[in-house]
């Protein structure tokens, strides 16, 4: 069964850090892309980052959250600082079996390039 958890949501203040977590189960996790994708109330959903053999960031992110990779276990981290309320969403972890897919927002209505998905993980950035 695949899977994918996400942790390490909560709440901070603006300024802060937080770093999340997606442990990855079920399939060959060399074979793909992992990244996270995040989306706000009344927003559309929003791909932020990506990694595999080299990273990417969507512009809202660049310079602030940086993401890694633990491939011994499975572990994908996205390290989120000097957070802003406008970071405030839901965090998805995803899976794609094709290249990175494309960061920034979706419309509504588009079928994401995401193979698998994780349940996601509140964080909310207190002003």
């Known amino acids: 069964e695949v899977q994918l958890v996400e942790s390490g949501g909560g709440l901070v203040q603006a300024g802060g850090s937080l770093r999340l977590s997606c442990a990855a189960s079920g399939f060959t996790f060399g074979d793909y892309a992992i990244g996270w994708f995040r989306q706000a109330p009344g927003k559309e959903r929003e791909g932020v980052s990506c990694?595999?053999?080299?990273?990417y960031y969507a512009d809202s992110v660049k310079g602030r959250f940086t993401i890694s990779s633990d491939n011994a276990n499975n572990t994908v981290y996205l390290q989120m600082n000097s957070l802003k309320p406008e970071d405030t969403a839901v965090y998805y972890c995803?899976?794609?079996?094709?290249?990175?897919?494309?960061?920034?927002?979706?419309?509504?209505?588009?079928?994401?390039?995401?193979?698998?998905w994780g349940l996601g993980t509140q964080v909310t950035v207190a002003s």
């Open positions: 990694i595999r053999e080299r990273t």
């Open positions: 995803a899976a794609s079996v094709s290249w990175c897919f494309r960061l920034g927002f979706y419309p509504r209505d588009t079928v994401l390039p995401v193979d698998y």
